[in-house]
C-alpha cells in the first residue's frame, strides 16, 4: 500500500479509466458520464496536490494582511493577538501543514467577528472602509479558487483566470 497520496491517486485513476470505464455499459449514459466525473475529479486532486502547502501558506499571508488592516476596527484587541499568533506560525520554517490550517481557520472567524462588530458599531466611513477591505480580499481569494478548479473546465473565459502557480 501506498503512503502517498500522489501515488494513491494515480493508481486510483489509472484503474479507473484502464478498467472500470470500458466495463461500464455504454448504453448507461449517466454511468459513463459519472464514471468519467470521478476520473476527472481524481486528476484534478493529483494536478492540486502538490500545491496545497503553498496555497495554505498564501492563503495565511493574505489573511494576515487583511487583518492587519482589521485591526484598528479591533475593540477587544483579539484580532492582533490571533495575527501576531498566524504571522508566528507562518514564519516558522517548520510550521506543519495543520498548523497552517489550523491558523487560517481562527484568523478567518476572528476577522469574520471583527468585520460584523464593527460593519455594525460603525459609520458610514468605517462601513464604506470595511466594505472595500473585505471586497479586495475576497476578489484575490475567489481568483485563486478559479484558478484551482480552472481544470475542470467550468470556466466561462478560462484565459481570464491567471495560472494558480503565479497566484500562489
Known amino acids: 500500500m501506498q503512503l502517498r497520496a500522489d501515488l494513491q491517486l494515480a493508481t486510483a485513476i489509472r484503474a479507473l479509466t484502464e478498467v472500470v470505464l470500458p466495463a461500464v455499459d455504454a448504453d448507461n449514459a449517466l454511468a459513463v458520464e459519472q464514471t468519467q466525473v470521478v476520473i476527472g ?7 492540486r ?19 492587519r488592516a482589521l485591526q484598528p ?7 492582533a493577538g490571533a495575527t501576531h499568533a498566524g504571522a508566528e506560525v507562518l514564519a516558522r520554517a517548520r510550521a506543519t501543514p495543520q498548523e497552517i490550517l489550523d491558523a487560517i ?9 471583527v468585520v460584523s462588530s464593527a460593519y455594525r458599531d460603525g459609520d458610514d466611513a468605517a462601513r464604506a472602509a470595511l466594505s472595500a477591505l473585505v471586497l479586495t480580499h475576497a476578489d484575490e481569494q475567489l481568483l485563486r479558487e478559479r484558478a484551482w478548479f480552472a481544470p475542470q473546465g467550468w470556466e466561462l473565459e478560462p484565459d481570464g483566470v491567471p495560472p494558480l502557480e503565479d497566484l500562489v
Open 41 to 47: 475529479m481524481l486528476q484534478l486532486m493529483a494536478a
Open 49 to 67: 496536490l502538490p500545491l496545497q502547502y503553498r496555497y495554505d501558506c498564501d492563503e495565511l499571508a493574505r489573511l494576515l494582511t487583511l487583518c
Open 73 to 79: 476596527y479591533d475593540d477587544d484587541g483579539g484580532l
Open 105 to 113: 481557520h481562527g484568523l478567518r472567524t476572528l476577522s469574520g467577528a
